[in-house]
């Protein structure tokens, strides 16, 4: 018996429109990370970091979210919407943050400290949160720790630099899981301090998942979204930028008068954009809403243990 090889779908011409087309077909809302392409921030309903990005999908009434980002991104929409469909465009988009920080090494480390607080990082996986006491993310990380306890010990997990940064700001001592951000730990300190003699009247604005050295360089240290809002703010007229670049493109878009620069890697290499994030695509975004797949499933016992800590934020955010 022969069998006919399944075509492919033909992909089409003018992507934006097909993918338009589809989002309100599907009853779909599109979320893109400030570290995606500019092309598919261009045809997002959100653009954010992550969590804000998960609680505006949330409340709309979409019956799909379309997550461009990362895998523990898309884990996060499905725990704060379990009722709909949460799509990644790419799979293979993990996190070298997230994939550094297993649950079962995880879960070893906290049974180590067992007195401990356990804050972790929005950046890990669904696996980890439901393990944990408390999420932060990095805008509210500092104030988070100062309202725990001073007389219980702290493990925060899984970015040391950014537990690093926490701990200075906070002035707690902190337990800090050995893990970091590919993309963070790539910029080049000599490369910093070149385009600081050569932009001496720019800000340098720094995400705090930064290496230690480099934060003592900035003259701002914030997330991603608080960088933006810093760029706005200021007097300075060019910003030297100390994040992935991605995010470049909202700044030149809200800011077009301004300047900003990014900073290379080592050896003057490009490995500040995300490898991950970047697996998405515009034709893959149109893929994923075309065959509705792939998605993101979790246990519901999983979900529920990965939400509370997070409701836990929320409630001491207010």
């Given at each position: 018996?022969?069998?006919?090889?399944?075509?492919?779908?033909?992909?089409?011409?003018?992507?934006?429109?097909?993918?338009?087309?589809?989002?309100?077909e599907?009853?779909?809302?599109?979320?893109?990370?400030?570290?995606?392409?500019?092309?598919?921030?261009d045809?997002?309903?959100?653009?954010?970091?992550?969590l804000?990005?998960?609680?505006?999908?949330?409340?709309?009434?979409?019956?799909?979210?379309?997550f461009?980002?990362?895998?523990?991104?898309?884990?996060?929409?499905?725990?704060?919407?379990?009722?709909?469909t949460?799509?990644?465009?790419?799979l293979?988009?993990?996190?070298?943050?997230?994939?550094?920080?297993?649950?079962?090494a995880?879960?070893?480390?906290?049974?180590?400290?067992p007195?401990?607080?356990?804050?972790?990082?929005?950046?890990?996986?669904?696996?980890?949160?439901?393990?944990?006491?408390?999420?932060?993310?990095?805008?509210?990380?500092?104030?988070?720790?100062?309202?725990?306890?001073?007389?219980?010990?702290?493990l925060?997990?899984?970015?040391?630099?950014?537990?690093?940064?926490?701990?200075?700001?906070s002035g707690?001592?902190l337990?800090?899981w050995?893990?970091?951000?590919?993309?963070?730990e790539?910029?080049?300190?000599q490369?910093?301090?070149?385009?600081?003699l050569?932009?001496?009247?720019?800000?340098?604005?720094?995400?705090?998942e930064?290496?230690?050295?480099?934060?003592?360089?900035?003259?701002?240290?914030?997330?991603?979204?608080?960088?933006?809002?810093?760029?706005?703010?200021?007097?300075a007229?060019?910003?030297?930028?100390?994040?992935?670049?991605?995010?470049?493109?909202?700044?030149?878009?809200?800011?077009?008068?301004?300047t900003?620069?990014?900073?290379?890697?080592?050896?003057?290499?490009?490995?500040?954009?995300?490898p991950?994030m970047?697996l998405?695509?515009?034709?893959?975004?149109?893929?994923?809403?075309?065959?509705?797949?792939?998605?993101?499933?979790?246990?519901?016992?999983?979900?529920?243990?990965?939400?509370?800590p997070?409701?836990?934020?929320?409630?001491?955010?207010?």
């Open positions: 018996m022969v069998f006919a090889a399944l075509e492919a779908p033909t992909v089409p011409h003018d992507l934006p429109a097909a993918i338009d087309l589809l989002r309100r599907r009853k779909a809302v599109i979320l893109a990370h400030y570290y995606q392409s500019p092309e598919i921030q045809v997002a309903d959100f653009i954010g970091d992550s804000e990005l998960s609680r505006k999908a949330a409340a709309t009434d979409a019956e799909v979210i379309v461009c980002g990362v895998h523990f991104m898309a884990e996060t929409a499905k725990i704060l919407s379990p009722g709909k949460v799509l990644l465009p790419d293979a988009a993990g996190c070298s943050l997230a994939d550094a920080c297993p649950a079962d995880f879960a070893a480390f906290r049974a180590e400290h007195e401990h607080l356990v804050v972790s990082y929005i950046n890990c996986s669904a696996a980890v949160k439901a393990q944990s006491d408390l999420i932060c993310t990095s805008s509210n990380a500092v104030s988070l720790v100062q309202q725990l306890p001073a007389e219980r010990p702290i925060f997990a899984p970015d040391q630099n950014l537990g690093r940064w926490v701990a200075r700001q707690r001592e337990t800090l050995p893990g970091g951000c590919i993309v963070h790539t910029f080049s300190e490369a910093l301090l070149r385009l600081k050569e932009h001496p009247e720019a800000e340098v604005i720094a995400h705090p930064c290496l230690p050295n480099l934060l003592d360089l900035a003259d701002f240290i914030g997330s991603t979204s608080k960088l933006l809002a810093r760029a706005a703010s200021s007097d007229t060019s910003f030297i930028v100390l994040t992935e670049p991605g995010i470049l493109h909202q700044m030149r878009r809200q800011l077009p008068h301004k900003f620069v990014e900073v290379p890697g080592q050896d003057g290499c490009s490995c500040n954009a995300c991950y970047r998405n695509t515009l034709e893959k975004l149109w893929q994923c809403l075309d065959t509705m797949s792939p998605a993101i499933e979790l246990d519901e016992n999983l979900r529920v243990r990965a939400l509370a997070i409701q836990r934020m929320l409630e001491m955010s207010r």
